[in-house]
Nanobody, 124 residues
Framework: QVQLVESGGGLVQAGGSLRLSCAAS????????MGWFRQAPGKEREFVAA???????TYTDSVKGRFTISRANAKNTVYLQMNSLKPEDTAVYYC??????????????????WGQGTQVTVSS
């Protein structure tokens, strides 16, 4: 059974930083994409960032230059370093795995496994 466990969320002031981690377990993955999504109250889940096994990454425009996605393949772990946080970044952040890799990485419906989410709250 595949399990994704996120950690690192919390409360931070605007301009601050947080680092999210997500560890996957339960099977050996190959040819897969790891991604981060977020969902604010009353809003739909939205794409944040994704990274391929070789390190190719994609970001939504609102986080470019502030967030950095990385991964440790040997640990089946993905990270999201979030700097210069803004109140509008407040949301539950979810990690996800797309396996096998597909052409599209920005849609939640093309991901196969999900974590339980971790709350990020940015105060003004």
């Amino acid at each position: 059974q595949v399990q994704l466990v996120e950690s690192g969320g919390g409360l931070v002031q605007a301009g601050g930083s947080l680092r999210l981690s997500c560890a996957a377990s339960g099977r050996t993955f190959t040819n897969y994409v790891m991604g981060w999504f977020r969902q604010a109250p009353g809003k739909e889940r939205e794409f944040v960032a994704a990274i391929t096994e070789s390190g190719g990454n994609t970001y939504t425009d609102s986080v470019k230059g502030r967030f950095t996605i990385s991964r440790a393949n040997a640990k089946n772990t993905v990270y999201l370093q979030m700097n210069s946080l803004k109140p509008e970044d407040t949301a539950v952040y979810y990690c996800a795995i797309q396996n096998p890799r597909r052409a599209v990485v920005t849609l939640s419906r093309v991901y196969d496994y999900w974590g339980q989410g971790t709350q990020v709250t940015v105060s003004s």
